[in-house]
C-alpha cells in the first residue's frame, strides 16, 4: 500500500506553547488529507478534512482557531495545535488519500503523533 | 455517525480463522465496505474493500451477504500479530469520502 508518514511520532510541549504535526504522502500525490484524534481506548474521531490548495472543513465542535490545517502541497498537510492545553493531549493520525498509483479511493494512515502538553 | 454495528471484542486461537462480523444494515447501494485494523499505537492499516462480490487479498477475505447488510472478515491463519482492533467502515467508493470510524471489535489472538 501507499506511504503516509507522520512526524513527529511522539511530542511534549508546554501549556501555551504550539506544536506543528506534518504528515507526508511519500509515493503518490494527496488530494485530500483528513486529521483525527484518538483518545485512550477510544474511536478515531473526525477532526477536518483539507484538500490540497483549499481551506481544510473542520467538522463540527472542532475550533478551526485552535486546531490550523494547511494544505500547501499534494505531498505535505500539517496541524498545528496553538496555545495547547493539558486537555489537547492525544494521539493525533493522518490520512491521506489520492492519485498516483493506487486507486484514489483507499486512505492510507500515518503511524500518528501522540501529543503530550505539560 | 457510524453505520456499522460490531461485537466490542473477541478472542480467537492462534493458527485458526478468524471470522469478524459487521452488520450494516442501512448500507446504500453505491457504498462499499472497508475493513482497517489499528494495531496499539499505530495509525490504522488498510485490509480489503468490497462492494457485493467476495474478495480476498494477501491478508484476508471478506464475505459479504447477497443484501449486503453485513459481512465477514476472515484472517485466514491468525498469529499474534494479528492482535488488534478491527473497524468495519462504509462509505461512498468515489471522490475523496472520509472514513468515519465506529468502536470497532478488539481482537486478542490467544497463543
Known amino acids: 500500500g501507499a506511504v503516509v508518514s507522520q512526524h513527529p511520532s511522539r511530542v511534549i510541549c508546554k501549556s501555551g506553547t504550539s506544536v506543528k504535526i506534518e504528515c507526508r504522502s511519500l509515493?503518490?500525490?494527496?488530494?485530500?488529507m483528513f486529521w483525527y484524534r484518538q483518545f485512550p481506548k477510544k474511536s478515531l474521531m473526525l477532526m477536518a478534512t483539507s484538500n490540497e490548495g483549499s481551506k481544510a472543513t473542520y467538522e463540527q465542535g472542532v475550533e478551526k482557531d485552535k486546531f490550523l490545517i494547511n494544505h500547501a502541497s499534494l505531498t505535505l498537510s500539517t496541524l498545528t495545535v496553538t496555545s495547547a492545553h493539558p486537555e489537547d493531549s492525544s494521539f493525533y493520525i493522518c490520512?491521506?488519500?489520492?492519485?498516483?498509483?493506487?486507486?484514489?479511493?483507499?486512505?492510507?494512515f500515518g503511524q500518528g503523533t501522540r501529543l503530550t502538553v505539560v | 455517525d457510524a453505520k456499522t454495528t460490531q461485537p466490542p471484542s473477541m478472542d480467537c486461537a492462534e493458527g485458526r480463522a478468524a471470522n469478524l462480523p459487521c452488520n450494516h444494515s442501512t448500507i446504500s447501494g453505491n457504498e462499499y465496505v472497508y475493513w482497517y485494523r489499528q494495531i496499539h499505537s499505530q495509525g490504522p492499516q488498510y485490509i480489503i474493500h468490497g462492494l457485493k462480490n467476495n474478495e480476498t487479498n494477501e491478508m484476508a477475505s471478506l464475505i459479504i451477504t447477497e443484501d449486503r447488510k453485513s459481512s465477514t472478515l476472515i484472517l485466514p491463519h491468525a498469529t499474534l500479530r494479528d492482535t488488534a482492533v478491527y473497524y468495519c467502515i462504509v462509505r461512498p467508493n468515489f471522490g475523496n469520502e472520509k472514513l468515519t470510524f465506529g468502536t470497532g471489535t478488539r481482537l486478542t489472538i490467544i497463543p
Open positions: 490520512s491521506a488519500i489520492g492519485r498516483g498509483n493506487f486507486e484514489n479511493t483507499e486512505a492510507f
Open positions: 509515493d503518490f500525490q494527496a488530494t485530500t
